[in-house]
């Protein structure tokens, strides 16, 4: 007698939007219309508004109740789950709505996940930051919004809350269909929530659980996040040392992982990175990144998460490059198994490729320099200075008409923040079409407004070297009473024209400039240079260069000849920026101290990128030999070992390898003196 198969009939699940509010009438209206369609019921607990939110939400129909803030987010959510009686629950924040109004397919689709998938707990989709204000988005991670309705699954913690059950959730899958908008987290507001975060973080750490216990140590792993965020970075490292106090207790805890925790995790070595003074490299490696290379060895940040390593503490740039391409491809191929990973490992992808555009430019691979810094570009990312200064310098020699729609396809120049970055990054970078048609761009948007900035009309005719007219705007602002912009125009129109009648015209005005100037006419250096002066000519040498090139620039320069190493750092930092190396290597180096690397850096990479190898190369050596042990300079020796032929290449592959043996265990030493951790051979890999 043949088996009968049972069939189950899929039964139609009622759907439960929650929310928990505080005055956000603002806000509740876009997010409830946004789902309306497709739920059962809508369910506000309120917790003090003193606006109409309540009104709003009951006009489109939302059943609302109050329940008193405790300082508790997870005890706010947990009391709406307890008033629905949905099978599923669709949980938003007022601030976030579905970026296409759910319809019957989005409905039908998720039953059918949960039907077809007993064990699946929630899902989780696209979670999409935009500035409210502009339409612009500004990053994306993954959350869990929709979920099952039973009573094992709960929110746990006071702040970044997250859903647990005892055993872990299961059954996480990313929908982009469903993505989701948040404008909660605009740049206004960031410091103010920041600040509410790490109140309510303290609070939990210090009274709702035993210290080194799991959830203290999750804590921990925020406090990490929001300190440094909040520029804490003494903060952020203690909690950090907390979290690696516990390591066993860490590893416990990456079992209930969700995506926001492995961005933690992440943020965790990048401030270990940035504050070297306390925290050890190689307990980092031991405690972190084995762990996670164990605990998440399916997921795509695995495949990167070396790299990443590489790029924070001890970056072996030919490696670096080497292993840069397999890995990002196999993270790309694991993303397609595990889509719901995206957001934890996608930024710091952005920062290994910011390192590796550093790495190749260093090796004057400007074809693959560019493709990095386009790939780094392609997120929050294009606001690093550096990284377009690269993208800038490889551009370099490319007509306007061609660089503008180019940096186009990148920037928005209707918005705000993009183009006042990028007017401020081609004035330091020398772009002078480039920028005048930027900063025109900028006039004219001010100007429908009715007003210009003062400085941006200054500067157009400035760098135009229409000097007359510059000095008579400049001296009619000051008199408007633009004592900050003006006076500083005016003094490097002064310099620039080389006309004595300007400052002989404006001579008050001008008046805390008048030492400098004087030296200035008469070709004679300062006999004494003050901090004001020094801070006047870091400023002012590259608008100099900007407007009238560099002969007149140096010819300023030249009142501070009484300070070579001074003059030398001004210009090469210039130089290295803008990519002018010819002109630093015509500068005479024989006054400067040839252990002064702060100088000297920069002459040795100009060297390096005319091909003159056996001058860098002799320089390196002799820091190395008088034990001068720096980053840079193993950096620098690397792409002489790699471009250099015959004798020179040869001996620059072994010193690096003789010195970064002797570099590498003087940092571990180091580290482990200024922390006190006992370090074990087996901590590296």
């Not at 719901?340 to 910011?354: N, P, W």
Request: aromatic share 10%; glycine share 4%; with cysteine.
């Amino acid at each position: 007698m043949g088996s009968k198969r049972l069939i189950t009939k899929k039964r139609k699940l009622k759907i439960t939007a929650c929310y928990i509010a505080k005055n956000e009438a603002d806000n509740i209206k876009l997010s409830i219309e946004s789902l309306i369609d497709q739920v059962d019921e809508i369910i506000v607990v309120d917790t003090g508004s003193t606006d109409n939110t309540v009104e709003a939400a009951k006009s489109l129909g939302a059943r609302v109740e109050h329940f008193e803030w405790i300082n508790d987010f997870a005890a706010a959510r947990n009391h709406a789950i307890s008033l629905a009686a949905g099978d599923v629950i669709i949980f938003l924040d007022c601030d976030e709505w579905f970026k296409d109004k759910l319809d019957a397919s989005d409905r039908k689709l998720i039953e059918g996940l949960f039907n077809n998938n007993p064990k699946l707990d929630h899902i989780a989709v696209k979670l999409i930051n935009i500035d409210k204000q502009t339409g612009v988005p500004f990053g994306e991670s993954v959350a869990s919004r929709i979920f099952r309705n039973v009573k094992r699954i709960r929110y746990k913690g006071r702040i970044h809350e997250h859903l647990d059950t005892p055993k872990g959730m299961n059954g996480t899958l990313a929908v982009n269909k469903l993505a989701v908008y948040h404008s909660g987290y605009t740049r206004a507001t960031v410091a103010q929530k920041l600040s509410r975060n790490i109140e309510l973080l303290e609070a939990a750490a210090l009274n709702d659980f035993e210290v080194g216990s799991l959830d203290w140590v999750r804590i921990q792993t925020y406090l990490v996040r929001e300190y440094y965020t909040s520029v804490q970075a003494k903060k952020s490292i203690e909690a950090l040392r907390n979290v690696l106090k516990y390591a066993p207790v860490l590893k416990k805890l990456c079992a209930h992982h969700d995506d926001e925790f492995i961005c933690n995790i992440y943020m965790m070595i990048w401030a270990a990175s940035k504050e070297r003074g306390m925290v050890s490299r190689r307990e980092i490696y031991s405690k972190l990144i084995r762990l996670f290379k164990t605990v998440y060895s399916k997921y795509p940040g695995t495949a990167e998460i070396e790299l990443f390593y590489q790029a924070c503490f001890h970056l072996n740039e030919e490696s670096f490059l080497k292993d840069l391409q397999p890995a990002i491809d196999k993270a790309s191929r694991m993303l397609k198994v595990h889509p719901a990973a995206v957001s934890y490992y996608k930024d710091y992808e952005r920062v290994i490729y910011e390192k590796a555009a550093v790495a190749a430019w260093r090796r004057r691979d400007y074809t693959n320099a560019m493709e990095y810094s386009m790939n780094a570009l392609k997120g929050l990312a294009r606001y690093q200075t550096q990284v377009v200064s690269i993208l800038l310098t490889v551009l370099k020699g490319q007509p306007a008409e061609e660089i503008i729609p180019f940096l186009n396809t990148i920037y928005d120049v209707s918005n705000p923040q993009d183009i006042n970055f990028l007017i401020d990054t081609l004035r330091r970078e020398s772009y002078n079409d480039v920028y005048l048609w930027y900063l025109k761009k900028r006039m004219d948007s001010d100007g429908t407004k009715g007003v210009v900035r003062t400085g941006d009309y200054l500067s157009m005719l400035f760098v135009s070297q229409k000097y007359d007219t510059a000095a008579q705007a400049a001296a009619q602002s000051f008199g408007a009473g633009n004592k900050t912009d003006s006076p500083k125009y005016l003094f490097w129109t002064a310099v620039c024209s080389a006309a004595p009648a300007i400052p002989e015209a404006y001579r008050q005005i001008l008046t805390p400039y008048s030492h400098l100037l004087d030296a200035y006419y008469k070709g004679e250096p300062l006999a004494a240079i003050s901090d004001t002066d020094s801070a006047l000519l870091w400023e002012s040498y590259p608008s100099i260069v900007f407007a009238a090139g560099f002969e007149t620039a140096d010819r300023f320069l030249s009142i501070f000849k009484n300070d070579p190493a001074l003059c030398f750092r001004v210009k090469g930092d210039y130089c290295e920026t803008n990519g002018s190396y010819d002109q630093l290597l015509n500068e005479d180096a024989s006054k400067i101290d040839k252990l002064d690397l702060s100088c000297r850096r920069f002459l040795i990479f100009a060297q390096i990128n005319a091909d003159r190898f056996d001058e860098a190369y002799q320089q390196i050596e002799d820091f190395l030999n008088a034990d001068i042990l720096e980053q840079d300079l193993f950096h620098m020796l690397l792409v002489i070992a790699e471009a250099a032929d015959g004798e020179t290449g040869a001996k620059a592959r072994t010193l690096y390898n003789r010195c970064i043996k002797v570099f590498d265990s003087a940092v571990d030493s180091n580290d482990a003196h200024r922390t006190g951790v006992v370090i074990d051979d087996g901590d590296m890999a």
